[in-house]
């Protein structure tokens, strides 16, 4: 007769766990039990790049040889992965005889444990174990974790309850592409802070009880409007509640996030901050761009251009950045592009640099306008691209788009 399985959290830290075999499964099982603490010992004469670098960073014993008997001498669990089944086959058998718990990845059947498919949110380990049916399992385990991650399955006073601010980089627009620890934060929050430029779609799924102010709609005047988020924020904090400053991109990149950090400090609110994917990376990537390329750049240089070259505010040194080589990735520069190609042709750059304008990465609305240094004005005006854009410039928009710019950029 075929029983159920008994499931139980076995408490492994600082315990023996030898792992037979250095393959694909070994590594896929390894960093789990490294990550319970467990004393993971490796047998096999080979073991993959990864396993290898965890034996590089002291986090598990490898013993480069086959398997012995005495390998499972005070051992309380033992997970036979290698491709030999005679092997996997002695190895269940001794397990059997010492009473120690032996997973068999050949044959699960003559295993005595079977590895569920885990995962874990605030505190709580999901562990779903299919009738050796992993897929359906780790299906049901993503629709749990999502919906406890969404709230849909917490009771409310299950969230993380304790006040204070959080500043969440919700990345460049796609709802997906925000961090696992950012999308809890927005949805454990009690009160969110969000711009126009955050993910909104995620907003719609917020719980109808948590207050969402949009920053679009506090007083006008980007000083006025800051110090009015720094007031909210702390005096919401302050009133017991956990608030979440929710932006597009990461909140430190040009995103006025250390601002808020400091008034939280200066209030004596706790803050803590999840990094997202910042626009000025992820949306040429996106778009098919990389910032970087071997042989092509050693340096991408991302710049704000909410001012033209040659305002008395400005911070950036466009002759020194026209004399270097590698990628320059514009940001909010929409409006003085023009005038930033001229002073990077003026300080020694080709005018015939590839550019590429990548305007509303990751929404529906998504496209890329190709130019080049001395043609980006024009190309900006009659192509009537508004806000937001990534501007990339350099020789790797021509290794992403080789068929539009076949030649090296000429000289002058
Ligand atoms: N903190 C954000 C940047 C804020 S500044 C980040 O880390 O990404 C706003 C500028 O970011 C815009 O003017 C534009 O240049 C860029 N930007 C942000 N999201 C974008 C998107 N989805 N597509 C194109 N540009 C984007």
Redesign the pocket.
Known sequence: MDFPTYPSGLRLAGRRVVVVGGGSVAQRRVPQLIAVGADVHVVSPEVTPAIEGLVGSGEITWHQRGFEDADLDGAWYVIAVTDDPAVNERVGELAERQRIFCVRSDDATRGSAWTPAVGRHAGVTVAVLGNREPRRSVALRDEILEALREGRIAAPHHRERSPGVTLV?GG??DPELISIAGRRAVMEADVVVADR?APRELLGELPDDVELIDVAKLPRGRSAQQAEINRVIVERALAGKRVVRF?????F???RGYEEVIACREAGVPVTVIP?L???VA?PAIAGIPVTHRGVTHEFTIVSGHLPPGHPESLVDYSALAQMRGTVVL???VENAASIAEALVTGGRKPGTPVAV??????PTQRTVLATLGTLGASIADERVQ????IVVGEVVRVAFPEAFPAPAADG
């Not at 932006?247 to 909140?251: A, E, I, P, R």
């Not at 990548?358 to 929404?363: K, L, N, R, S």
């Not at 806000?387 to 990534?390: E, K, N, S, T, V």
């Open positions: 980089g460049p627009g430029l932006k597009g991109g990461d909140n990149v040009f995103g997202g910042t626009s000025p949306v940001m909010m520069a990548v305007c509303d990465g990751t929404m806000p937001p854009a990534i």
